[in-house]
């Protein structure tokens, strides 16, 4: 992977900061971190799926106007997606409120920036 190379003349600098939440806010906050890694697990198992299954389809010798098709990893395919299987999905059927709304705009969307860069790394 490639080494992040300020330009010449620009100054990086770079902050940390420690949370300190009460009970109420740390529980909200494992809670939105949990399903925005709930909903990137499922973006992740969603694309491979059809990858998989056409790599599978295609070791059986189908010819290409028959394997399943790829499924799009866009960030608003995903979100589209994504809202379509916590509603209608069992995995999410327990979960309710502002937690899969998170998930919605942070999981999918990690997932689709993390494809991007793996396709830039890949062709140099």
Do not use: I
């Not at 330009?7 to 939440?21: D, M, S, T």
């Not at 529980?27 to 990858?51: D, E, K, Q």
């Not at 589209?80 to 309710?96: D, L, M, S, V």
């Amino acid at each position: 992977m490639k080494k992040f190379r300020p330009q010449p003349g620009f100054v990086v600098q770079a902050y940390r900061f420690a949370l300190g939440p009460n009970a109420a806010q740390e529980v909200a906050l494992r809670s939105h971190c949990g399903a925005a890694r709930a909903a990137y697990n499922w973006a992740v198992g969603w694309v491979s799926a059809s990858w998989w299954q056409r790599k599978a389809e295609e070791s059986y010798g189908v010819v290409e106007e028959s394997l399943t098709k790829w499924r799009p990893w866009s960030l608003p395919a995903l979100r589209k997606a994504f809202n379509e299987a916590r509603h209608t999905g069992p995995r999410f059927a327990g979960w309710w409120g502002g937690e899969l709304q998170g998930g919605v705009l942070h999981g999918p969307g990690e997932r689709c920036c993390r494809v991007r860069q793996l396709r830039k790394v890949e062709a140099g």
